[in-house]
């Protein structure tokens, strides 16, 4: 588990202990680790308590949970309660909208345009190579605005 946190999670070792530390001495969680109400995000370990969500790297402050829970509703877990899709936000786009996806099982986990499953990067070598948005919609039966979406995600990545 603490191999998870730090290698997959990115959470560094120090804030694993100071959440260990916290919810021992504040929140009476002896076994911190082998709760399911554990959840991780952007190096920070975070407990689902009551309906909050509370940071315990930042020693127990309330998180943004409509924000958190935002993103996780951009992953599809699978049957073993792994994640194995996710479709990341864009800049751009509603909040329900799902333009790019990047799943292991396609295009060997490389973002891809969610409908048609060409990936993102080479649209935008297409558009660096002088070709018109247009003409790559065209070529992959696509949209000019998901041409444009696979562009801004490759810029923001």
């Known amino acids: 588990m603490l191999r998870s946190l730090r290698t997959d999670h990115g959470v560094p070792l120090v804030a694993v202990r100071q959440a260990l530390v916290y919810a021992q001495r504040e929140l009476n969680i002896d076994q911190l680790l082998l709760r399911e109400e554990l959840c991780t995000t952007g190096g920070e370990l975070f407990l689902d308590k009551y309906g909050q969500l509370i940071n315990l790297s930042a020693s127990g402050q309330l998180a943004m ?9 951009r992953v ?77 995600y490759e810029r923001a990545a």
Do not use: M
């Open 65 to 73: 949970r409509k924000v958190f829970d935002a993103h996780l509703k």
């Open 76 to 152: 599809e877990w699978g049957t073993l309660r792994l994640p194995v899709r996710l479709y990341p936000f864009l800049v751009s786009e509603s909040a329900d909208a799902k333009p790019i996806v990047i799943d292991p099982q396609i295009c060997f986990g490389r973002p891809v345009v969610s409908n048609a499953f060409v990936s993102t990067r080479s649209i935008v070598d297409r558009i660096d190579a002088g070709e018109k948005v247009e003409d790559v919609a065209r070529d992959y039966d696509l949209t000019t605005e998901a041409i444009e979406g696979a562009i801004v």
